[in-house]
């Protein structure tokens, strides 16, 4: 996978993280701020820590990798 392909992912996943935060919370009448690049690492953080079915959640849910190994990997594929 390519870095374009990876920042758009990334991007998405934040806008939805984002969209579900302020539907569910009185964020609405709030400023709201959040960087895509700390949502992405803090996910990516869990998967590392967190091993087996829940690792395996987050990576499916983050699209970047399909092992933590891959994930790891430096650079992005």
Do not use: D, W
């Not at 992912?9 to 539907?23: F, G, M, T, Y």
């Amino acid at each position: 996978m390519n870095l374009l392909n990876l920042i758009t992912k990334q991007n998405e996943l934040a806008l939805s993280v984002a969209k579900h935060v302020i539907a569910t919370t009185s964020a609405k009448t709030y400023n709201f701020v959040f960087s895509p690049a700390s949502i992405n690492v803090i996910l990516s953080l869990l998967a590392a820590k967190s091993g087996g079915p829940t690792a395996n959640h987050i990576l499916s849910l983050l699209q970047q990798a399909s092992s933590i190994t891959e994930l790891n990997a430096c650079p992005p594929r």
